[in-house]
């Protein structure tokens, strides 16, 4: 495992204006986090989590401070160019799976790849939901899908790609226990064939246990 | 390119089959099935008038002249393809040769060659009065063809011999109808028809005759096009080419209102689908946030998602239209059946000059009242994936409502081509839109006080009206539109249909009695009163010519165009009266007071003083027996000539005009059992003129009931249309509702209760828009009836009241029951799914 930084930030700030006047969500962010390293976001609820996560994935701009990620800049970019740097490192969990419901299983994990005009899209899909076990579930709808294989074809469609940086957003906090649990080995499962970085935002104690390193906020700071 | 297009096809062909895309593609497929439909079958009903038109000729073109017509003429037509025929009109005396009675009259004989009429057919009877039969061919050589009018001062029969100049005729058919005889009251007497190669034999026409040579052509409309250039440089001075823009007034005038009709349905049709087509849209729109966002967040750039919304809302363009204008061929298919079943003539096959309309109704709907909506998804911030609350940056409202108004008033000017009906419709729009928002938003305030009473579902129902402010004015709005329309379709339009129908009842005059002297008034309306019960008007009827206007003489006067010169280049009909004739509007200026004795003054049809250049203010000069006179135009008259009673394009005031040498006419109408009652009167009155307008009338009559049927018909178009607005709106708030009620059921509310509740609001929203839609719907039958058809049409307080219930009952029933399925799904799976 190579110990190459993948994503950093410098000095990072997000505020937003609000009735109130203008509200403080995260102030100095500085963190490095290197290649194959898995890394808990964890904090209590309005701690900033998702936002620090929204800011590490590019979805979103920060008021102060820098992003890189996969050695760009994201700052320096566009939103396109942050869609183009998302479509060639990054992957996504998130808590409400965000199927596309019109779409079958196989179409949603294929959706990444016909983006990023790969080849062979279908045989990859269907391998893909193949590891996470659901290979006899490719023709169906999200609505067919109990919340656990939703969360299965999510996975799926996030490492179908190879990305460099997986984020998850709470991949558990809409399942009950057993189903949590087989997610979570499911996601360190895949990480490590993949090698893949991942970067979740969770409040499950357990699954924070189980990452390298565990990055804690509170009121929009670092704790540790 | 290739991903977007590939993306493209995959996301649509997955959006019709879960049914996204419904409402937005019934709709546009509605308004080009409609636009097609009237298109192809408007073009069909404008040849065939052009047909029906060239029968008033017997021809499709016709050179008249005082002079035997150019030899040259004739062989160039006939080089050109065309079918010729030759007719000769001159009045002489005709004389009864064997009845011993010496019964003598003037008679117009109407000499002609072989395959006379060109178009339409002649009209005979084997008896006086006795029904009609179309004829196959004209009089042989030696015998004659007489009006009913001829026999019967001649006191002649069938099988009679009549003289003419010096030649003797035998009597072998009653002529009942030319299709060329003239509807203007030129000729004044009676007709007799006879085969041209008996002229000579007569031996009556001599230099400075009365003698109007017609040579008749008929062919394709390319080839008589084409003639008709040649012609106008080979036309000697006193040639005139008669074409089928010389029609009859009646019966351009009630087809003409058809179209209206018509045309009208399908704007209606196309605008209620436009509005369906908006909020379709912005559901759709708001519905696939997530997957923009999501997709986004996958790498999607913006360039991606526009190509891809643009490539399928091509798509959805190029199906709608293609499907849309097969099944507009289809129902112009069943619309021409329809027509076909009662039409004086055949309509010509369809052509597709009209195919070309659905890909542009198709077009402009799109990119009017989707687009704006689908561009908004391009700018889906992709952080909605983590933050669903987020939204797009709202469109600029100039813009969505800007691009919107420019594809209606594309859309209105295509179909109606007349500046102010444009101003018309858009301005009425408009402003009836501003009045239901601005109605719907204080209804919606004024729910706010109310909701102390009732039940919890009813508080429930009526507070979410008041809590969901802008889309409950966007649905009041919504349902109102599509209620105003259903209330117009069957209220409204069955009243102005009926007031149409009842423009032209069963006792309609059919017959017009000409020549009248004074000193048989009493004579004519006694043998009325005996005969039939009653004595019918009596009308002046003067012959002048307009010699100047304006001062300036007409020889060197400038007129706006050519039809103005036809106007003036014949001896018109004129009357004067005290009182406005009920089938006439004053449109400008103002009509003389009933007891009006003063200066001379004068009022003109609209059309003719347009053609004349000619306006409220200005003076005309007329030549009546030897005699000028001079009068002020004071007012301009629109002159239902569809309504077949007498109608004059000049009218006087009464006063110095009664000393002028003029006659009388009168219309009345004569069931077919008492005809005999004019034979009587033509026996005892041989100077009267009678005009027979049995067909005319029933031609008109035709074209009344099949166009109200035709109607209906596409009058299903809107109803539809109609239907899938009420569909769009209700949709409008379903997502909210089924969160809502998965939320309602989770807090322990029950399915009756959460239902009874969205009733409740249903009912209320459906009971505002509905007395808002009866209120719009008075209004617009009002302002149709006045401005567009010419028609009668009274306001019902009833109406309003049926508004408000039919509201409240459709709105209800169909909101509810839309809606169930939402209430009725389990919450958690609601809730988990967001």
């Known amino acids: 495992m190579s110990k190459e930084t993948v994503l950093s930030t410098k000095g990072l700030g997000k505020q937003v204006s609000s009735p109130e006047g203008t509200l403080t969500i995260l102030t100095e962010i500085t963190l490095e986090i290197c290649s194959g390293e898995t890394v808990a976001l964890v904090g209590p609820s309005g701690a900033g989590k998702t936002t620090l996560l929204a800011l590490l994935a590019g979805l979103d701009n920060p008021t102060s401070g820098v992003v890189h990620l996969c050695g760009e800049n994201l700052g320096s970019l566009d939103e396109d160019g942050r869609a183009l740097v998302r479509g060639r490192n990054v992957g996504f969990v998130f808590q409400s799976f965000h199927l596309v419901p019109s779409l079958t299983a196989l179409e949603n994990v294929m959706l990444p790849l016909e983006l990023a005009s790969q080849s062979e899209a279908g045989e990859r899909a269907k391998k893909a939901l193949e590891s996470v076990g659901l290979g006899s579930r490719t023709s169906h709808y999200p609505r067919q899908l109990s919340g656990g294989e939703k969360q299965r074809v999510a996975i799926a469609r996030a490492f179908v790609t190879n990305p460099a940086v997986l984020f998850a957003d709470e991949p558990t906090g809409n399942l009950d226990t057993a189903s949590g649990e087989r997610i979570t080995e499911l996601l360190f499962d895949m990480n490590k064939q993949s090698g893949t970085t991942l970067v979740l935002v969770t409040h499950d104690k357990n699954l924070a246990a189980r990452c390298d390193r565990t990055i804690e906020l509170e009121a929009g700071k670092l704790l540790a | 390119m290739m991903t977007s297009l590939r993306f493209a096809l995959r996301s649509l062909s997955r959006d019709l089959k879960a049914g996204e895309l419904t409402v937005l593609v019934v709709a546009i497929v509605l308004a080009v099935t409609s636009m097609t439909a009237i298109g192809f079958f408007t073009d069909r009903v404008a040849r065939a008038v052009q047909a029906q038109a060239a029968e008033t000729l017997a021809a499709d073109l016709v050179i008249r002249s005082p002079a035997a017509i150019a030899e040259q003429n004739i062989t160039a037509g006939m080089a050109a393809g065309l079918r010729t025929a030759s007719v000769l009109d001159f009045p002489t005396v005709a004389i009864a040769g064997d009845t011993g009675k010496e019964g003598r009259s003037l008679a117009l004989v109407t000499a002609v ?149 018509l045309t009208l349905a399908s704007l209606v049709t196309v605008i209620l689908a436009a509005v369906a087509t908006a909020m379709a849209s912005r559901r759709y729109a708001l519905r696939h946030l997530d997957t923009v966002a999501l997709l986004k967040s996958m790498g999607a750039t913006q360039s991606f998602v526009l190509r891809s919304t643009l490539i399928q809302l091509l798509l959805i363009v190029a199906g709608t239209a293609i499907v849309g204008t097969f099944m507009g061929f289809a129902a112009q298919g069943v619309l021409a059946e329809l027509a076909a079943r009662y039409t004086p003539f055949a309509l010509p096959s369809a052509s597709f000059n009209a195919s070309s309309l659905g890909l542009v109704t198709a077009t402009t709907i799109a990119i009017g009242f989707s687009l704006p909506h689908l561009l908004q998804l391009r700018t889906t911030p992709p952080l909605r994936v983590l933050r669903h609350d987020l939204a797009p940056p709202q469109l600029r409202t100039s813009l969505v409502y800007g691009v919107a108004l420019l594809a209606l008033i594309a859309m209105i000017w295509s179909i109606v081509q007349e500046l102010k009906l444009l101003l018309l419709i858009v301005g009425g729009l408009l402003g009836m839109t501003v009045v239901m928002v601005l109605a719907g938003w204080l209804l919606v305030r004024g729910f706010t006080r109310f909701r102390g009473g009732g039940g919890i579902a009813w508080r429930y129902g009526l507070a979410n009206i008041s809590r969901r402010g802008r889309e409950s004015v966007v649905q009041i709005v919504a349902f109102g539109l599509g209620l105003m329309v259903l209330l117009l379709l069957t209220v409204v339009r069955n009243d102005i249909l009926q007031d149409w129908q009842q423009s032209l009842p069963e006792d309609a005059p059919n017959y017009f009695l000409l020549n009248i002297e004074p000193q048989d008034w009493d004579g004519i309306a006694s043998l009325f009163a005996t005969e039939l019960g009653s004595a019918p008007d009596f009308l ?295």
């Open chain 2, 540 to 834: 002046p009827l003067i012959r002048g010519r307009i010699s100047a206007i304006n001062g300036t003489a007409i020889d060197v006067y400038e007129f706006p165009n050519r039809e103005g010169q036809r106007y003036v280049n014949r001896e018109a009909n004129l009357t004067w009266t005290a009182t406005l004739p009920e089938s006439n509007r004053v449109i400008a200026g103002e009509w003389w007071p009933e007891d009006y004795d003063g200066q001379l003054q004068v009022s003109l049809d609209e059309r003719m003083a347009r053609n004349l250049g000619i306006s409220v203010g200005d003076s005309l000069d007329l030549m009546v027996g030897g005699e000028q006179i001079t009068a002020p135009v004071t007012s301009l008259r629109l002159i239902e000539w569809d309504s077949l009673s007498p109608n004059f394009y000049l009218v006087f005031s009464p006063g110095e005009v009664r000393e002028l040498p003029q006659t009388y006419l009168s219309s009345f109408y004569v069931a077919e059992e008492d005809r005999s009652v004019l034979k009587t009167l033509l026996q005892r009155y041989p100077e009267l003129t009678l005009f027979d307008l049995e067909v005319t009338l029933k031609q008109v009559r035709d074209i009344i009931d099949k166009a109200s049927l035709a109607i209906q018909y596409v009058f299903m178009f809107t109803l539809l249309a109609g239907v899938v607005v009420l569909l769009a709106a209700v949709q409008i708030t379903r997502d909210e509702r089924r969160f809502e009620s998965a939320i309602l059921h989770t807090l322990g509310a029950r399915r009756r209760q959460i239902l009874q509740g969205i009733a409740a609001e249903f009912i209320a929203l459906g009971g505002l828009a509905g007395f808002l839609a009866a209120l719009g719907a008075s209004a617009i039958g009002y302002a149709l009836a006045k401005y567009v058809f010419d028609l009668a049409y009274t306001i019902d307080p009833v109406l309003w009241l049926a508004g408000l219930f039919s509201g409240a009952l459709i709105v209800g029933i169909t909101g509810t029951l839309a809606t169930r399925k939402a209430v009725n799904e389990p919450p958690v799976r609601v809730l988990r799914n967001g």
């Open chain 2, 113 to 261: 060659s072989s395959g006379y009429p060109l178009r339409g057919k002649v009209l005979i009877s084997d008896e006086i009065f006795a029904t009609s039969y179309a004829s196959e061919d004209t009089p042989e050589p030696g015998t004659a063809w007489a009006e009913p009018g001829l026999m019967a001062r001649l006191d002649a029969d069938i099988g009679s011999v009549v003289q003419l100049g010096s030649a003797e005729f035998r009597l072998t058919r009653v002529l009942e109808f030319r299709p060329d005889q003239s509807f203007g009251f030129m000729s004044l007497a009676p007709t007799i028809l006879v085969h041209i190669d008996d002229v000579p034999a007569m031996d009556v026409i001599k230099p400075g005759s009365r003698v109007t040579y017609r040579q008749l052509f008929a062919g394709t409309t390319e080839a008589i096009a084409d003639f008709q250039r040649v012609l106008q440089q080979e036309l000697g001075q006193e040639e005139q080419l008669r074409t089928f823009k010389d029609a009859g007034e009646q019966i351009v005038a009630a087809i003409d209102r058809a179209k209206r009709f």
